[in-house]
């Protein structure tokens, strides 16, 4: 009798063992299935979000180069215009040198133009043509330093293509060439911490708010100006967006004796990533 008990129990306990495991694996295996189908549904949404990242990333660069190539044409334009006004004046000699010079300057703008970031030396090179051929069309009627830091390696430092030359345009035609005499303008690179740096254009104009009250002639309206510094301030809320770094745009009217204006300081600042 204690034997057929003890077989039964036995029974009882082996298929309740067999039981419970075969529920075990089935909750496992369901488990495994659950969590397999979320790590696919995770890895797709990550997916999604790399890719969606990806085509942001891909529409800011072609808005940035879009707002880049929107700036350069005024300047070009200018410069056509430096040349007209030599030809109708008669200076031939003059005209050809500056033809020469902004076929120069022309060709270097049209190899860097899908470029968002440029050696600082490339940068600096350009800009020099740039204001050779400013000098040139004002009869050197202004002079310019431009100075780099000595922490600075020019061929090594990336720097944004082109965007400081608007500033330099708004510095020598609104501010400078509305005085008699000392025109004076001034550009620094500075670094100020490890992958910190900025640049600032500094003139001796006659400040902002005079220079509203001039009228600009008709190949050179404030339309025109206005609006290459506000691509500027565009490209620079772009940078901010697309590579999450610092970028920030800061105009300062200078003030002398009895809060009179004798000028106008751009400071752009900007942080570049080590991994550029």
Same mark, same amino acid.
């Given at each position: 009798?204690?034997?057929?008990?003890?077989?039964v129990?036995?029974?009882?306990?082996?298929?309740?063992?067999?039981?419970?495991?075969?529920l075990f694996?089935?909750?496992?295996?369901?488990?495994?299935?659950v969590?397999?189908?979320?790590?696919?549904?995770?890895?797709?949404?990550?997916?999604?979000?790399?890719?969606t990242?990806?085509?942001?990333?891909?529409?800011?660069?072609?808005?940035?180069?879009?707002?880049?190539?929107?700036?350069?044409?005024?300047?070009l334009?200018?410069c056509?215009?430096?040349?007209?006004?030599s030809?109708?004046?008669?200076?031939?000699?003059?005209?050809?040198?500056?033809?020469?010079?902004?076929?120069?300057?022309?060709?270097? /703008?049209?190899m860097?133009?899908?470029?968002?970031?440029i050696? *600082? &030396?490339?940068?600096? %090179?350009? !800009?020099e043509?740039?204001?050779k051929?400013?000098?040139?069309?004002t009869?050197?009627?202004?002079?310019?330093?431009?100075?780099?830091?000595p922490?600075i390696?020019?061929?090594?430092?990336?720097?944004?293509?082109?965007?400081?030359?608007p500033?330099?345009?708004?510095?020598?035609?609104?501010?400078?060439?509305?005085?008699e005499?000392?025109?004076?303008?001034d550009i620094?690179?500075?670094?100020?911490?490890?992958?910190?740096?900025?640049?600032? /254009?500094?003139d001796?104009?006659?400040?902002?708010?005079?220079a *509203? &009250?001039?009228?600009? %002639?008709? !190949?050179?309206?404030?339309?025109h100006?206005?609006?290459?510094m506000?691509l500027?301030?565009?490209?620079?809320?772009?940078?901010?967006?697309m590579?999450?770094t610092?970028?920030?745009?800061?105009?300062?009217?200078l003030l002398?004796?009895?809060?009179?204006?004798?000028?106008?300081?751009?400071?752009?600042?900007?942080?570049?990533?080590?991994?550029?």
């Amino acid at each position: 009798m204690s034997i057929t008990i003890h077989n039964v129990l036995l029974l009882l306990v082996t298929t309740a063992a067999v039981l419970f495991f075969l529920l075990f694996i089935r909750y496992r295996s369901r488990y495994l299935a659950v969590k397999s189908n979320d790590e696919a549904v995770a890895r797709h949404k990550t997916n999604q979000e790399k890719e969606t990242q990806t085509l942001r990333k891909q529409l800011s660069e072609l808005k940035l180069t879009t707002l880049k190539s929107q700036v350069n044409p005024h300047f070009l334009f200018n410069c056509l215009n430096g040349i007209y006004s030599s030809l109708m004046n008669g200076e031939t000699a003059n005209a050809k040198e500056y033809l020469s010079g902004f076929a120069r300057l022309l060709r270097h /703008v049209l190899m860097l133009a899908d470029k968002n970031f440029i050696s *600082l &030396q490339e940068e600096t %090179d350009m !800009l020099e043509q740039y204001l050779k051929l400013e000098q040139l069309r004002t009869n050197n009627g202004f002079d310019y330093t431009l100075k780099i830091d000595p922490q600075i390696s020019p061929a090594a430092l990336p720097v944004p293509c082109m965007l400081i030359q608007p500033f330099l345009e708004n510095a020598i035609w609104h501010g400078l060439m509305h005085k008699e005499t000392d025109r004076q303008l001034d550009i620094r690179w500075v670094q100020l911490h490890k992958n910190l740096f900025s640049c600032e /254009v500094t003139d001796n104009g006659i400040g902002r708010i005079q220079a *509203l &009250q001039y009228h600009n %002639d008709g !190949l050179k309206t404030g339309r025109h100006q206005s609006r290459g510094m506000e691509l500027c301030m565009e490209r620079a809320e772009l940078y901010r967006t697309m590579y999450h770094t610092q970028f920030n745009i800061e105009i300062t009217d200078l003030l002398g004796e009895e809060n009179m204006p004798r000028g106008t300081r751009v400071c752009i600042t900007f942080e570049i990533d080590p991994s550029w």
